[in-house]
């Protein structure tokens, strides 16, 4: 079991970036496939990203977001990272991290898919 903490949510004007971590405390944590998912006011959570478990050699984005975020992991540190930037009005939400313990391929976009969430960082981007 893990449970993932998040951090580094802010205020930011559009064109900035932000960082965003996930620190999973817990055993294994390289045993998890990691998501980002976002939820704006009045919407459904969204997926945002995923990384696969151990090396994290694979990595999905939501097109939204693609050529803008990067994801990564760090197992050494049990930390997940989501570098946003060119950050839009529109990417304002809270963001969550999740683990998924047996994230199949294909399935990494469904919020089904993970076994452990936290409690989510506000990220606002001003125009």
Do not use: H
């Not at 900035?16 to 620190?23: E, G, H, I, N, Y």
């Not at 980002?36 to 990595?59: C, D, H, T, Y």
Request: glycine share 12%.
């Amino acid at each position: 079991q893990v449970q993932p903490v998040e951090s580094g949510g802010g205020l930011v004007q559009a064109g900035a970036s932000l960082r965003l971590s996930c620190a999973a405390s817990g055993r294994s944590f390289s045993n998890y496939a990691m998501g980002w998912f976002r939820q704006a006011p009045g919407k459904e959570r969204e997926f945002v990203s995923a990384i696969n478990l151990w090396s994290g050699s694979r990595s999905y984005y939501a097109d939204s977001v693609k050529g803008r975020f990067t994801i990564s992991r760090d197992n050494s540190k049990n930390t997940v990272y989501l570098q946003m930037n060119s950050l839009k009005p529109e990417d304002t939400a809270v963001y969550y991290c999740a683990a998924g313990l047996a994230v199949s391929s294909g399935n990494y976009y469904s919020t089904g898919s993970y076994n452990y969430w936290g409690q989510g960082t506000q990220v606002t981007v001003s125009s």
